[in-house]
């Protein structure tokens, strides 16, 4: 079992920055590939960023790429999404999510087993 906690989401004006952390607890943390998902008012929840079990590998959505970064800290039990450069765009519910069943890198929501409450970001025009 793994449990997974967002935080770090709130209300920033475009072109401003969050930082989300994910706080996890249970199994081995450092053992998973994990990643970043978010759900738009009446979308369908999307991929936006993953990584890889010790962190060297990592993948984004277009959408994103160039102004979020996701890292992690195994030795915290954290992983983070660095967001810069925010457009309204980005406004969603942002999801954590782990998968138990892989160390590499897994952009797929359906192959992620465990996922946090989500964390809404906000971002104003």
């Known amino acids: 079992q793994v449990q997974l906690v967002e935080s770090g989401g709130g209300l920033v004006q475009a072109g401003g920055s969050l930082r989300l952390s994910c706080a996890a607890s249970?199994?081995?943390?450092?053992?998973?590939?994990m990643g970043w998902f978010r759900q738009a008012p009446g979308k369908e929840r999307e991929f936006v960023a993953a990584i890889s079990w010790i962190g060297s590998r990592t993948a984004y959505a277009d959408s994103v790429k160039g102004r979020f970064t996701i890292s992690r800290d195994n030795a915290k039990n954290t992983l983070y999404l660095q967001m810069n450069s925010l457009k309204p765009e980005d406004t969603a519910v942002y999801y954590c999510?782990?998968?138990?069943?892989?160390?590499?890198?897994?952009?797929?929501?359906?192959?992620?087993?465990?996922w946090g409450q989500g964390t809404q970001v906000t971002v104003s025009s």
């Open positions: 999510a782990v998968d138990t069943t892989s160390i590499v890198v897994v952009t797929s929501q359906n192959e992620y087993d465990y």
């Open positions: 249970g199994r081995t943390f450092s053992s998973y590939a």
